[in-house]
């Protein structure tokens, strides 16, 4: 193994700000993990019923939400582990699959979050304004948008996978899927989601102003 990745990884592992930040992912993950069971057991145990459209699209960021916090819980732990039981500097080296393991779930949130806010927002704007359509529909509009955004939400993590070109027999010094041949498609991607979340805010106004001028009018 290299000697000199071997050493960076060891930096890597002993960085006081890092671990610093890493505690700080434990707790607040910890944390949003509660608090999400909690939620969900509280919209269980309470007569608030929402349409099941909207339990469907709010289930899909739930889960995708945890997957991302329980990514970075897992890659502190395994920080920490490595911390307090390495005896040389190659120890520190991370095995490929565990990179894939905590960094995929990063890439899917990318994506999917603003993907799922997009189709809620679009989901409140049929319910809004189209609702003899949309009643009639039931819950196909979740069920069919959950099947497309997560078959665009794989493809793009098999796009980063296939990507990346690691390879298995050689751990890594950091946690990181990015390289030369994917980083242009990666940070470019980030232009695409500020304009869908710019949408969304515009299309969440709107629902906003036209669901008062409803209750005004009644």
């Known amino acids: ?8 990884a060891e930096a890597s592992v002993r960085d006081t700000l890092f671990n610093i930040v890493r ?42 939400y945890l997957l991302l916090t329980l990514s970075y819980i897992v890659e502190a732990f395994n920080n920490f582990l490595i911390l307090f039981t390495y005896s040389n500097p190659c120890d520190c080296l991370i095995q490929v699959w565990l990179v894939y393991l905590i960094r995929i779930p ?31 529909q039931g819950k196909m509009f979740g069920v069919t948008a ?3 955004l997560w078959s665009l939400n794989f493809l793009f993590a098999l796009y980063v996978y296939l990507s990346s070109s690691l390879n298995f027999d050689q751990p890594l010094a950091y946690i990181t899927l990015t390289n030369v041949s994917n980083s242009f498609y990666l940070i470019n991607i980030h232009y695409f989601i500020f304009i869908l979340i710019i949408s969304i805010a515009i299309g969440d106004y709107l629902v906003i102003k036209r669901n008062r001028k409803i209750k005004s009018n009644l």
Not at 1 to 8: F, I, K, L, P
Not at 123 to 129: F, G, M, S, Y
């Open 23 to 64: 505690v700080f992912h434990i707790i607040f993950g910890t944390i949003i993990v509660v608090m999400v069971f909690r939620n969900v057991w509280s919209y269980n145990t309470k007569s608030l019923k929402f349409h099941t459209n909207l339990i469907i699209l709010i289930s899909n960021i739930l889960i995708i």
């Open 146 to 148: 959950t099947i497309i």
């Open 1 to 8: 193994m290299n000697e000199t990745q071997c050493n960076d």
């Open 106 to 136: 990063d890439y899917l949130y990318i994506l999917g979050s603003p993907l799922f806010h997009f189709v809620l927002m679009t989901e409140r704007v049929l319910a809004t304004i189209f609702v003899k359509i949309y009643d009639k």
